[in-house]
């Protein structure tokens, strides 16, 4: 008979094929033919713990990556001449600006983990 285990946030089937048994993790990881389901078990969580893929979801849940690069491109471009020059006096600072403010919003929501899309919606 087949069952789940779930350790640490991760899912693996034990499966039972003849006399031994293997762990599946949802990852795409077997553990191999092993005596016994608690020894799949064991095997699974070891992988969950060492496993890079395991943590990289961790790390993702934390911050949003791609707020903070959205975030980092627009306080280069703050930081940066513009498109329209200085020398027009309020509109060539005005792109800066707003390049800054969204940068600020973009790294401060990336940071708590949102989306650029969760964080626009805050604000809209
Ligand atoms: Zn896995």
Redesign the pocket.
Known sequence: MNSFHEFEG?K?KIEKEGENYFAK?????NSGAVSSSEGAIVK?EK??KS?P??KIREEESGKNLGSIFLGLLFLGYAVSPGIIPYSLVIVGWLDNIFALIFGMLFLGKGWDGRSPREALKDVF
């Not at 993790?25 to 990881?29: P, Q, R």
């Open positions: 991760s693996a993790c949802e990852c795409g990881w699974f992988h969950v496993d893929k395991h």
